[in-house]
Every structure is written in structure tokens, then in C-alpha cells.
């Protein structure tokens, strides 16, 4: 069974930068798209950010453009967001999804995803 385990998370202040990682087992991902999505309190689950595992295509919401990056390790099937320039308003719960076959332009689609992580805590003090 496939399984997506989060870490990285934590509390950082403004500017500052974390590295989240998903560490996905159980299944071959070279066909998968590989998301990071985020909720924060009182809020509805977003897109962040998303990965083409076999063409290494990326997307990104507008709001972490320039700021955040993803990318992934092969050699250790582990996916990382890398989030510079934080801001208090990137404070949420960081989820990290997997999707068989999707099309590119539909990785930003939460309803695309089969697969869920169980979610790391990302806070940005001011």
C-alpha cells in the first residue's frame, strides 16, 4: 500500500526558510504526480505546488511563485518542498499527495490525488 510520510515542518519567523520532505513508499512513482497542498485553520485545503515524477514538470500556486520549490530524489523516493521568504500567512498544516497518471495541467487539482499524507505543521511567526 502506498504510504506518504511528512516531516520538516515546524515554527520558523518571517524570512526565514524550511525544507519539508514526503517519504513515499510502496508503490513505483516514476507514473505519479506528486503534490504539496496546504489548510489553514478555518480555511479550505489549497494547492501549493506539484511534480511530474517521470518529466520533472512543475506547478506552483501564484501566492508561492519565486518563493517555494519542488523537487524530487530518486534514489530515495522522497519528494521536498523547499520554502524560502516565509510569511505568516504560509502558516498552515502541509499535506503531501500522490496522483496516478494525471495529466500536467490538472496537478493543482486536489480532487486528482489518491494518495494523502498525514500533514506537518508549518507556522511563520511575525
Known amino acids: 500500500q502506498v504510504q506518504l510520510v511528512e516531516s520538516g515542518g515546524g515554527l520558523v519567523q518571517t524570512g526565514g526558510s524550511l525544507r519539508l520532505s514526503c517519504a513515499a513508499s510502496?508503490?513505483?512513482?516514476?507514473?505519479?504526480?506528486m503534490g504539496w497542498f496546504r489548510q489553514a485553520p478555518g480555511k479550505e485545503r489549497e494547492f501549493v505546488a506539484a511534480?511530474?515524477?517521470?518529466?520533472?514538470?512543475?506547478d506552483y500556486a501564484d501566492s508561492v511563485k519565486g518563493r517555494f520549490t519542488i523537487s524530487v530524489d530518486n534514489a530515495k523516493n522522497t519528494v521536498y518542498l523547499q520554502m524560502n521568504s516565509l510569511k505568516p500567512e504560509d502558516t498552515a498544516v502541509y499535506y503531501c499527495?500522490?496522483?496516478?497518471?494525471?495529466?500536467?495541467?490538472?496537478?493543482?487539482?486536489?480532487?486528482?490525488?489518491?494518495?494523502w499524507g498525514q500533514g506537518t505543521q508549518v507556522t511563520v511567526s511575525s
Open positions: 499527495a500522490a496522483a496516478h497518471d494525471t495529466p500536467v495541467q490538472t496537478m493543482c487539482d486536489m480532487t486528482w490525488y489518491d494518495y
Open positions: 510502496g508503490r513505483t512513482f516514476s507514473s505519479y504526480a
Open positions: 511534480i511530474s515524477w517521470g518529466s520533472g514538470r512543475t
